[in-house]
């Protein structure tokens, strides 16, 4: 392929399906990128968009998606709000966020959708989204006990009110300048629950066979048709498979699609169940999932149905993306926490320059933000949710400095790539021989591509930012005194802990890190010490490599810190990959293995190799070292406190924009 005078493909050629307008009723899209319905709880008390909110969307528009998707807006929120905070289009006031945020997304170049939903019977229930506020009553299909609460069968009387609720919700939409709406009657929701042969049990015309359990979405269908008028994009978000005996199976989901064939014009094509905690991570799926690991769903519904079809499922490279496109398994893809990892994705793969997408580590720190923050974040991508403030002009350098970074771990890199951006001289010392620190051992088991990707990209940014760069060079004080910086970046990492525990020095106990690195090292059975992430991920990986996994963890439970989403998706393979002992300690390591103690009793555990995952500490004797040699410093990443990748990049980045 040529390249062009500019140095790159002509822009958009290399994935010419993927930047090929579709048109979509009366909208034609730029390309087949959607950025999928989201809603961060950047909502006010209200139900109000909030200029956070708004800000989001807008960034989303500008990395150059043809359509961005504002998700779970509520039309009936006395019954649906299922989440603590969320859009309600039937809250006063509503109208003036809205209409701003059509308008940012437009003033940046693409096409505002929103997805209209009703929370069935979680409306009245504690559920993923949330225990505050909710409805004071929980109606679903039919009536039923739950651990959470009982639910009442929905009077016929309010599925009328409900269907008239999507009608006014869909005219409101397109009056606050929405260019399309979709539908949600997927992953647990209200018409899910109406679909599903075992929650619904009625023996009205809203129960018993396919097609009945079916009228109340095809109802609310026709209601948003005559509230929105003809020509106007309706997209539906249906299920290609539930996977549970609770839901409908792939042919029963072929049979809605073709229910809804001349209803809509877009079908959106996801799976499983949001508020099933086994299928979470399927819905949204987890790293142990392949990217595009949903499309067949898609690809299937596609054979039979002439709308166009949307396939999700963790797509985040766009020379996938192409080849769905390309091949006909779907006409759209839509990116969820892609587009929250790096925004201008879609810009660009146009650009040719898919080598610094950030890649998504599907890490969920962005599902966990939502929770007791109430906001969203992203361990990639130190501005998501922070582009309100992005917006001010920032500070501008008053001279430019000779700039010394100390460590060449994410913290470390980040602060250099940002700093140089600024127009300061940076060099950046790392003691071994290649950047990335401890990424490197957390991006070393078989589901942790995506770390290794983001280490090159990384690297690459160092690269192209200028950044002199010194391996094998220990920055030692005598080495910082004769390098003389105006500004010192401390970004060293941390350091293993080893506890004293008898034995702990013996030829037969690795630490972790050196564990990932070295799987050589092991033996067959293998004994982990500490059940926190480390230890946890360890075992999987380690199982994955033929090994015999044990692990020993004090508390009650192995990843009790870990975000409970991606904790879902992980424990599953924890326990496929190791035994675990839990409120246990480790009394005496021996060359056969470990000496243990549960509850009063003693436990030994025979072992060939036994792997230290006790955890890590901040080296802050060194870091004290450093910095008391220079009047302007900042410290980041684990050597200012232990903590994830999101704190480090966090650190680097926002630090750095400080000199």
Not at 83 to 111: C, P, S
Not at 369 to 380: I, L, R, S
Not at 640 to 645: A, Q, T
């Amino acid at each position: 392929m040529e390249r062009n005078t500019e140095g790159c493909y002509d822009r958009g050629k290399r994935y010419p399906h993927l930047f090929s307008p579709l048109r979509i009723g009366n909208i034609k899209m730029k390309n087949r990128i959607i950025c999928a319905p989201t809603s961060p709880s950047m909502i006010d008390l209200n139900g109000h968009f909030t200029p956070e909110m708004i800000a989001y969307l807008e960034e989303k528009a500008m990395g150059g998606a043809g359509v961005v998707t504002y998700g779970e807006a509520i039309v009936h929120s006395s019954t649906g709000k299922s989440h603590n905070k969320q859009l309600q289009l039937d809250a006063f006031g509503v109208r003036q966020g809205m209409t701003e945020a059509v308008r940012a997304i437009h003033n940046a170049g693409a096409y505002a959708n929103i997805q209209l939903s009703h929370g069935g019977k979680y409306g009245g229930l504690a559920s993923v989204g949330g225990d505050v506020d909710t409805c004071s009553v929980a109606y679903g299909p039919s009536h039923e006990m739950t651990p959470m609460g009982e639910v009442h069968e929905m009077p016929v009387e309010l599925i009328l009110e409900i269907v008239e609720s999507y009608k006014k919700g869909a005219r409101l939409c397109r009056e606050t300048g929405f260019d399309m709406v979709q539908v949600h009657a997927a992953h647990g929701w209200l018409f899910s629950q109406f679909l599903s042969p075992v929650m619904n049990r009625r023996t009205d015309e809203f129960g018993g066979s396919l097609e009945n359990r079916a009228r109340f979405f095809l109802m609310a269908l026709d209601a948003v048709r005559e509230g929105v008028g003809p020509s106007y994009p309706i997209e539906a978000r249906i299920s290609g498979d539930d996977m549970t005996e609770m839901g409908l199976g792939l042919e029963d989901c072929i049979e809605i699609a073709k229910m809804i064939d001349d209803k809509v014009d877009l079908i959106n094509v996801s799976c499983g169940n949001h508020e099933d905690p086994h299928m979470f991570c399927r819905t949204h799926p987890s790293a142990f999932y392949p990217r595009g690991v949903n499309v067949y769903l898609a690809a299937e519904i596609k054979k039979h149905v002439k709308t166009p079809v949307a396939c999700v499922g963790s797509l985040n490279d766009p020379a996938q993306m192409e080849e769905i496109i390309a091949s006909g398994q779907a006409d759209v893809v839509e990116l969820g926490r892609a587009s929250l990892a790096d925004p201008y994705l879609p810009a660009k793969a146009y650009r040719d320059e898919a080598d610094d997408i950030t890649p998504c580590l599907r890490c969920y720190e962005c599902f966990g933000a939502t929770g007791a923050p109430e906001m969203v974040k992203c361990a990639v991508n130190p501005r998501m949710g922070e582009q309100l403030a992005a917006r001010l002009p920032g500070k501008a350098p008053e001279r430019r400095k000779k700039v010394l970074v100390v460590g060449g771990g994410p913290a470390g890199m980040e602060a250099a790539v940002t700093a140089a951006g600024r127009g300061h001289d940076v060099t950046l010392v790392e003691q071994s021989h290649r950047l990335g620190g401890n990424l490197h051992p957390a991006g070393a088991a078989y589901f942790k591509k995506d770390v290794r990707k983001l280490i090159q990209v990384l690297e690459r940014r160092v690269e192209r930012a200028g950044v002199k760069v010194l391996l094998h060079t220990e920055a030692t004080p005598e080495f910082v005194k004769e390098f003389a910086p105006d500004t010192l970046f401390v970004a060293i990492g941390s350091t293993e802990l080893r506890p004293p525990i008898k034995g702990i020095d013996g030829a037969n106990v690795v630490m972790a890190v050196d564990a990932e690195l070295h799987p050589e090292k092991l033996g067959n059975q293998v004994v982990i010490l500490g059940g926190g992430l480390v230890g946890a991920e360890g075992a999987v990986g380690f199982h994955h490599e033929g090994r015999q996994c044990t692990i020993v963890e004090m508390k009650p439970e192995i990843a009790a810190e870990v975000n409970p989403f991606y904790r879902g998706g992980l424990m599953p393979e924890v326990e496929k990959a190791a035994k675990c002992y839990v409120n246990t300690t480790v009394k005496e390591i021996t060359p056969e293995g470990v000496v243990c103690e549960r509850q009063g009793e003693r436990l030994f555990l025979k072992a060939d190799t036994v792997v230290c995952a006790l955890g890590f500490r901040s080296p802050y004797d060194r870091v004290d070292a450093l910095t008391d040699l220079v009047d302007e410093y900042y410290i980041v990443g684990d050597c200012k406190k232990v903590g994830k990748i999101y704190d480090a990049m966090n650190n680097g980045y926002y630090a750095a924009l400080l000199v």
